[in-house]
Structures are given as structure tokens and as C-alpha cells.
């Protein structure tokens, strides 16, 4: 019978596990969330909205993010798990004794990315009040393969002061995690800004593809939008007020957002109406109009 608990192996697997895949599943989550509002905010101060508006929840916003940043992040774990077979592969010829073409390629790693990352810095110094997209992203991804080259060079180099290195990966690991993190947030926050103002100038370009809209209610809205046009109905003690040339832009947080119909971010109104017992709104295909 063995002295060590039968459970110990496992339980050490899943802390294993856990350390490899909690913080990247961590960062992404928090990415879609901070895409999420970072896109709707940009797309709501566009069209003269706070994003505050919309009542939307964490939940929303990730929803939001994922047909934006679904297939970036697929091709960000395909690059990671070949990244992960390159590793394993060069770490088989490292403990094969073969390291002198190792070393070669590890310092050729750590140029590449220490270069990279500071040509990169040198676009964001020299041109402070414009934004270019993507050069966080690709500051990140010379600040890891800086990293790895790094890692590849210590790993083929190792001798007596192994545990003095050990000290200093441990602390290294944060301090990089941190600023590809900090990086890739600064990435996020461009991106989603310009893709939410792009979002909204798109509305005038298909607004007329919005679902129609018709308002009914017992009260006068007063309704002020260009091509908006209200008819009266019912009896005077029962009146019925109707408002056509209304577009569908979405429904949130109890409030029903409207744009009027030829909405442009110049002249557009966005309609915001509580979602009342009292009014009745009917939607359409805007085909059938």
C-alpha cells in the first residue's frame, strides 16, 4: 500500500489544469465583456445615446462581442497550440543535448520580438494623437515571443543557478502576464471604439432595413422626429394617437429605441419610449412596406 493519498495525483492534475487554462479564460471573458461596452458605448455616443441607456448586462455584452471577436480569438488558439508543438519540439532537442542551433534560434526569438515591440512603441510616441489600430495587439505579441526566445535561451543554458533563475521566471511570469494583458485591453478599447463608430454610421446607410414600426397610444407623445407623422383616432373621450415612420433599433432595459425613418447621425432623432402598458407598439418586415 502506497504512503501517499491515491487522490494526490489527481487533485495535483487539476491544479494543474486549472493554472494553465484559469487565466486565459479569465482574460477572455473579461475581453468580451470590455468589448462589448467599449463597442456600444462608442456606438451610443455616435448617435447622441449614453450607453447607460440601454440597461444592458454583462450577459448582453458578451453577447455583443462574439460575432465581432469570434474568429479572432479562434485563430488566436490555433497560433497558441502551434506555438505549443514548436515548444515541445525544440524542448526535445534541448534535452537531446542538441542546444548550440537552440541558442541560435533563441536569440534570433528575442530580437525578433524585443524589435517588434519597440518599433511599435515608436509609432505610439511619434504619432500620440492618432490612433492605429492593432499596434497594441502586435506590441503584445512581440513582448511574448521576447519572452519565449528568452525562455528558450535559459532553458538551453541552464546550469549551477537554477534555483536563483526559478526565483526570477516566478517573478517574471506576472509582470508579463500583466502587460499583455494592460496591451491587449488598450487593443480591445481601439478596436471596439472604431467598430462602434462604424456601427452607427451604418444606420444610415440601412436604416430602411430596420423593422417598421407603429406606436399606439392613449397618451400624445409629442413625437418630434423628422418623417415622423402622427394621426389621431378613437373618440375625445377615448382618443388614439398613432405615430408611423418609425424604425426598430432595439428593445432594452425596458425602453424601446426608435430612429426615425431616413436617420442620419446629422439630423436622426433616436426615439426612447418606455415599454407601457398604456402603448402598444407593432412591428413589421420592412419588405412588406
Given at each position: 500500500?502506497?504512503?501517499?493519498?491515491?487522490?494526490?495525483?489527481?487533485?495535483?492534475?487539476a491544479?494543474?489544469?486549472?493554472?494553465?487554462?484559469?487565466?486565459?479564460?479569465?482574460?477572455?471573458?473579461?475581453?468580451?465583456?470590455?468589448?462589448?461596452?467599449?463597442?456600444?458605448?462608442?456606438?451610443?455616443?455616435?448617435?447622441?445615446?449614453?450607453?447607460?441607456?440601454?440597461?444592458?448586462?454583462?450577459?448582453?455584452?458578451?453577447?455583443?462581442?462574439?460575432?465581432?471577436?469570434?474568429?479572432?480569438?479562434?485563430?488566436?488558439?490555433?497560433?497558441?497550440?502551434?506555438?505549443?508543438?514548436?515548444?515541445?519540439?525544440?524542448?526535445?532537442?534541448?534535452?537531446?543535448?542538441?542546444?548550440?542551433?537552440?541558442?541560435?534560434?533563441?536569440?534570433?526569438?528575442?530580437?525578433?520580438?524585443?524589435?517588434?515591440?519597440?518599433?511599435?512603441?515608436?509609432?505610439?510616441?511619434?504619432?500620440?494623437?492618432?490612433?492605429?489600430?492593432?499596434?497594441?495587439?502586435?506590441?503584445?505579441?512581440?513582448?511574448?515571443?521576447?519572452?519565449?526566445?528568452?525562455?528558450?535561451?535559459?532553458?538551453?543554458?541552464?546550469?549551477?543557478?537554477?534555483?536563483?533563475?526559478?526565483?526570477?521566471?516566478g517573478?517574471?511570469?506576472?509582470?508579463?502576464?500583466?502587460?499583455?494583458?494592460?496591451?491587449?485591453f488598450?487593443?480591445?478599447?481601439?478596436?471596439a471604439?472604431?467598430?462602434?463608430?462604424?456601427?452607427?454610421?451604418?444606420?444610415?446607410?440601412?436604416?430602411?432595413?430596420?423593422?417598421?414600426?407603429?406606436?399606439?397610444?392613449?397618451d400624445?407623445?409629442?413625437?418630434?422626429?423628422?418623417?415622423?407623422?402622427?394621426?389621431?383616432?378613437?373618440?375625445?373621450?377615448?382618443?388614439?394617437?398613432?405615430?408611423?415612420?418609425?424604425?426598430?433599433?432595439?428593445?432594452?432595459?425596458?425602453?424601446?429605441?426608435?430612429?426615425?425613418?431616413?436617420?442620419?447621425?446629422?439630423?436622426?432623432?433616436?426615439?426612447?419610449?418606455?415599454?407601457?402598458?398604456?402603448?402598444?407598439?407593432?412591428?413589421g418586415?420592412?419588405?412588406?412596406?
Amino acid at each position: 500500500m502506497s504512503g501517499e493519498p491515491e487522490g494526490d495525483p489527481r487533485w495535483k492534475r487539476a491544479v494543474d489544469m486549472l493554472a494553465v487554462i484559469g487565466p486565459p479564460l479569465t482574460i477572455s471573458t473579461a475581453l468580451l465583456v470590455y468589448f462589448g461596452w467599449a463597442r456600444t458605448d462608442a456606438q451610443a455616443k455616435a448617435m447622441g445615446l449614453d450607453v447607460s441607456l440601454f440597461g444592458y448586462t454583462v450577459q448582453d455584452f458578451v453577447l455583443r462581442s462574439i460575432p465581432s471577436l469570434f474568429i479572432p480569438l479562434v485563430w488566436v488558439l490555433i497560433l497558441a497550440v502551434l506555438w505549443l508543438a514548436v515548444d515541445r519540439f525544440l524542448a526535445g532537442h534541448i534535452t537531446a543535448g542538441r542546444v548550440a542551433g537552440i541558442r541560435r534560434l533563441a536569440a534570433v526569438i528575442l530580437f525578433a520580438g524585443v524589435a517588434c515591440a519597440a518599433a511599435m512603441w515608436l509609432v505610439v510616441i511619434l504619432q500620440p494623437e492618432r490612433t492605429v489600430l492593432f499596434v497594441p495587439y502586435i506590441m503584445a505579441a512581440g513582448v511574448l515571443l521576447a519572452a519565449w526566445g528568452l525562455s528558450l535561451w535559459r532553458r538551453s543554458t541552464e546550469g549551477p543557478g537554477r534555483s536563483i533563475a526559478a526565483l526570477s521566471r516566478g517573478s517574471e511570469k506576472p509582470l508579463i502576464f500583466c502587460l499583455v494583458s494592460l496591451l491587449l485591453f488598450w487593443g480591445t478599447s481601439d478596436y471596439a471604439q472604431a467598430l462602434g463608430r462604424g456601427l452607427a454610421v451604418s444606420y444610415e446607410q440601412r436604416s430602411m432595413l430596420l423593422p417598421t414600426a407603429v406606436v399606439y397610444s392613449k397618451d400624445r407623445l409629442g413625437i418630434s422626429a423628422p418623417n415622423v407623422r402622427e394621426q389621431s383616432s378613437g373618440t375625445a373621450d377615448h382618443p388614439v394617437y398613432q405615430y408611423t415612420g418609425l424604425r426598430l433599433l432595439v428593445v432594452s432595459g425596458g425602453r424601446i429605441f426608435l430612429l426615425n425613418e431616413g436617420w442620419t447621425l446629422r439630423s436622426g432623432k433616436v426615439v426612447v419610449l418606455r415599454d407601457d402598458p398604456g402603448m402598444r407598439v407593432e412591428y413589421g418586415n420592412p419588405e412588406s412596406k
